[in-house]
Structures are given as C-alpha cells and as structure tokens.
C-alpha cells in the first residue's frame, strides 16, 4: 500500500475510513489493516508514533493559519507544477509521457527526450557511485 508523507515525517500514516466500511475486514486479513480493531482501540493498538503526531500537528497547524489551508495549498501546488510542466514541454532536451489530463501535481516525471542519450545520463552519476 502506498503511503505519502507529506503530513509529517516517514512513519506516520493518516487513514480515513467510512463507518459504514468498518468491520468489513476480509478474513486472514493482517490485524494492523484490520480498521474496525482500530476504531475500536482509539488508534491505539500499538504505542502511537507521538513525535510523528507531534510533527503533523505543527504542519497542519502551519497549514491552516499560514498558508491558508488545503485548498490555498492545492493552489500553490497546481502553480509549481504547472511551472515544471511547462518547462519540461517546452524542452527538445526532457520529455513527459504522461497525458496532460492524468498529470499529477505532487511528482513530475520526466525522461530524456532521445532515449540514446539515457545509458549517458545514468553513466555518469554511477562511476561516481551516485546511483546503483
């Protein structure tokens, strides 16, 4: 299961679940994912990671009162990509394969517009040992 961590640092997962899904868990199902024992403790089934919510708390915090809130963040974030999008389009160097309409605003891929130049790329940076 993927997880973003833009909450706060790696480690915390924030999870919303409908009342009506809870105690629907398929059987063999790992207890952790088990989201009706979940409900049912409080969140606490385990020692919670408490300087992980500790850390969330400050960036929501700095979400509402100093950015403006989820929505003023989703704006701010369109712009940048927008920005990266564009710069990648207008390139003959990169190229983006993704549709416009299924491009994500939170990761821009790209690659190398001429696929000859890919073993290039990735040579150099793994003489010196920066990728494996």
């Not at 979400?63 to 390139?91: C, F, H, P, T, W």
């Not at 394969?97 to 940076?125: C, T």
Request: proline content about 7%; some cysteine.
């Amino acid at each position: 299961m993927p997880v973003h961590k833009n909450i706060g640092p790696a480690g915390l997962t924030l999870v919303v679940v409908r009342d009506d899904l809870l105690g629907k868990a398929q059987p063999g199902i790992p207890s952790l994912f088990d989201y009706q024992m979940l409900a049912d403790a409080g969140s606490m089934v385990n020692t919670p990671p408490t300087y992980a919510w500790y850390l969330a708390g400050l960036v929501f915090q700095w979400l509402k009162e100093d950015v403006g809130g989820v929505a003023a963040m989703d704006a701010i974030n369109q712009r940048k990509a927008d920005k990266l999008y564009a710069a990648i389009d207008a390139s003959d160097f990169y190229s983006n394969p993704i549709a416009k309409h299924n491009r994500s605003r939170m990761n821009v891929p790209f690659v190398l517009a001429d696929a000859a130049l890919d073993k290039l790329f990735y040579s150099r940076p793994m003489r010196r040992g920066c990728l494996i």
